[in-house]
């Protein structure tokens, strides 16, 4: 199984910026999705989740109402749109994926079975 996370870079502040995670080997994540962040010097954090059909999703306070993940499982791929981005957002993206749904949101990073390789966000002020 392999994940495979891009669409980081360098942007302003205010700006957006589209994470892609495409998964390969993994016919479907029967699990969640999810998106983890990693500022220098600090522990990995959870962004968000969605299930399994993409009807439900849950995020982080520090995110909710300015980034949006969704999945298309037909291109095996789970996104995460980010705008009104800060310089507070400035980390490596981590996306995950669970073989199993565990019946509560997949805020912890035990909770999920694979990691992609992370992609790096940096937001200038």
């Known amino acids: 199984v392999q994940l495979q996370a891009s669409g980081g870079g360098l942007v302003q502040s205010g700006d957006s910026l589209r994470l892609s995670c495409a998964w390969s080997?993994?016919?479907?994540?029967?699990?969640?999705m999810g998106w983890f962040r990693q500022a220098p010097g600090k522990e990995r954090e959870f962004v968000a989740t969605i299930s399994r059909s993409g009807g439900s999703t849950y995020y982080a306070d520090s995110v909710k109402g300015r980034f949006t993940i969704s999945r298309d499982n037909a291109k095996n791929t789970v996104y995460l749109q980010m705008r009104s981005l800060k310089p507070e957002d400035t980390a490596i993206y981590y996306c995950?994926?669970?073989?199993?749904?565990?019946?509560?949101?997949?805020?912890?990073?035990?909770?999920?079975?694979?990691w992609g390789q992370g992609t790096q966000v940096t937001v200038s002020s």
């Open positions: 080997g993994l016919t479907i994540s029967r699990g969640e």
């Open positions: 995950a994926a669970q073989t199993q749904p565990t019946g509560v949101p997949g805020t912890d990073p035990t909770m999920y079975d694979y």
